[in-house]
Each structure stands twice: as C-alpha cells, then as structure tokens.
C-alpha cells in the first residue's frame, strides 16, 4: 500500500482544516488505515482510525467530538476533518494503513506502512 498525505497547514485556534490521505496498491484496500500525528522529540501519537470494510471508527480522547475520519470508497481516500483546532494540535501528521486484523487501532506499531506527513500548526 502506498499512501500520499496532503492537507496541512497554518490556521487559527478554534479554525478547521481537513487531511486527505489517498491510498494505492494492490493489498487495497486495507482492514484499517489511520491518523497519528507527532511533535519534535516525542513519539508517534494515535489520532483517529477506520475500519474500511465496515467503517467502525476509533478516537483519542483528545479529539473525540472535534475531529472526524471518513473514507470515500470510490477515491480510496481517507479524511480527518479537523474542527475547534487547539495549539496542542500543532503536529505532523501522518496517515497508516494495516492489512492484518491484530492488535488494537491506537499502535503505531501495528501499522505497516504509512504516508509522508503534513504539518498543521494551530496558533493561539
């Protein structure tokens, strides 16, 4: 799986902005892709992720009510919508796709392949 992240960039606190993670290969589509997201100097940190079969979906609890994943089947992309932005969401980040079943949705770990990361900065 091949995957190209897009999306960042500079906005207020309290802004929105939305990540766009389009996915290729011939292992697509993936059980489940996802959004994790990392500052200078600490790890990688789950974001949000999807099931894309079925579409359940998985929050960090520091996003739960302002942050949405979507896919669109038909352009194997998957979305973050960003909304009530906060400078602690200033971060890269990243999109991953696993094909296996095992292991939870919030380890990096059980993500076999990701995409470039984009930089949203959120000022206050």
């Known amino acids: 799986v091949q995957l190209q992240a897009s999306g960042g960039g500079l906005v207020q606190a309290g802004g929105s902005l939305r990540l766009s993670c389009v996915a290729s290969?011939?292992?697509?589509?993936?059980?489940?892709m996802a959004w994790f997201r990392q500052i200078p100097g600490k790890e990688r940190e789950f974001v949000a992720a999807?099931?894309?079969?079925?579409?359940?979906?998985y929050y960090a609890d520091s996003v739960k009510g302002r942050f949405t994943i979507s896919r669109d089947n038909a352009k194997n992309t998957v979305y973050l919508q960003m909304n009530s932005l906060k400078p602690e969401d200033t971060a890269v980040y990243s999109c991953g796709a696993r094909i296996h079943s095992s292991g939870t949705p919030y380890d990096t770990g059980n993500y076999g392949h990701w995409g470039q990361g984009t930089q949203v900065t959120v000022s206050s």
């Open positions: 290969g011939r292992t697509f589509p993936s059980y489940m």
């Open positions: 999807l099931r894309w079969n079925i579409g359940n979906t």
